[in-house]
């Protein structure tokens, strides 16, 4: 006869309520209680997954400087298709968003949810304290070790807008990225130095340009390709942008330079965001399925048994005339 939730209270003295606490990780028992009885279940067999909560409430944390989707929309896509998922499956979702110096269980406690989505870039610690509330937890575009989690495949976009512009002739390709604490821009401009290794082609690193932290995506970017621009030496002819934002800034100050795009300098973004084919000319990108990130965030989080903790969701790229003269 299979153990029961009632034989394993009877083995470690204690109520029916006490042994679901303990095994669901759940508030108000102390350690050695909750030890106590993880261990008698252990040692009687007990399958604690009868145990696993129904997942009612989530929240979807975002930092602070991510919230501004009038500035910023890709998490505002992501965060329909984390509402459209939970919909579906009868969870509700509220937004939480959060900087550095703020107290995120506090925050938490007053959601009460039952599991937590983390999107785009946070602090360590904040990823550390937020693992440690042990609630089933997802992490989408952004990755940890030995946690769930969904991203774009950054590096293959990456070398997809890279092997566009190589067969376009294009070798003195520059890169416009942004702090590389993102995993998503890290993986992108990672993606950009393995181009050249694997194109056979020198890498050189003064042309890649950080914009500054302490500016926005626009105005960062801006100032990144004017730098490029009144660099010594041969002027790039081609840039590649970690988003579509950055790439539009660039697009904007090579045309008051009097640059021709394409002829003079080919640019190419990355998420292809609605101003993307609105340009002028239209911006050649990386086009990504953002709510697809956040149904699939959903999916993984609430699988018993996934089959790999790290999701990787395909990108295609999309050419347009910032990079092509004969795309209109």
């Avoid at 599991?115 to 609630?135: N, Q």
């Avoid at 376009?168 to 890290?186: D, P």
Wanted: aromatic share 6%.
């Amino acid at each position: 006869m299979a153990t029961t939730i009632r034989d394993v209270a009877r083995a470690a003295s204690v109520s029916i309520g006490t042994v679901s606490r303990a095994l669901k990780n759940q508030p108000g028992l102390s350690e050695s209680t909750r030890e106590r009885v993880v261990e008698t279940a252990r040692r009687l067999g007990y399958d604690s997954a009868q145990l696993r909560p129904r997942i009612r409430r989530l929240t979807f944390l975002l930092h602070r400087h991510h919230s501004n989707f009038s500035v910023s929309p890709f998490f505002s896509h992501v965060l329909h298709g984390v509402e459209d998922a939970c919909r579906e499956r009868g969870i509700v979702p509220s937004v939480l968003t959060a900087g550095p110096t703020e107290d995120v269980v506090q925050q938490m406690r007053l959601h009460a949810p039952d599991a937590i989505a983390v999107a785009g870039f946070v602090e360590p610690e904040t990823l550390t304290t937020l693992a440690a509330m042990k609630r089933p937890l997802v992490l989408i575009d952004l990755w940890a070790p030995d946690l769930r989690s969904v991203n774009l495949d950054n590096q293959a976009g990456a070398a997809l807008a890279m092997q566009h512009l190589f067969a376009q002739k294009r070798t003195r390709i520059a890169f416009i990225g942004g702090s590389l604490a993102h995993y998503s821009i890290a993986q992108r401009a990672l993606g950009y130095r393995r181009a050249f290794f694997e194109a056979g082609l020198l890498f050189d690193p003064s042309l890649e340009v950080t914009i500054h932290a302490g500016l926005d995506p626009d105005s960062g970017a801006a100032l990144a390709m004017e730098q490029l621009l009144d660099r010594p030496g041969p002027r790039p002819d081609a840039v590649f942008a970690y988003n579509d934002l950055a790439a539009l800034a660039a697009l904007r100050v090579c045309v008051a330079r009097g640059l021709r795009v394409p002829e003079d300098i080919a640019i190419v973004g990355f998420d292809d965001i609605p101003a993307a084919a609105h340009a002028r000319p239209p911006l050649t990108t990386i086009a990504v399925d953002k709510e697809a990130l956040g149904r699939r965030g959903v999916e993984l989080l609430l699988d018993d048994t996934p089959s790999a903790l790290d999701i990787r969701i395909p990108v295609q790229l999309v050419v347009r005339a910032s990079t092509s003269v004969n795309t209109p």
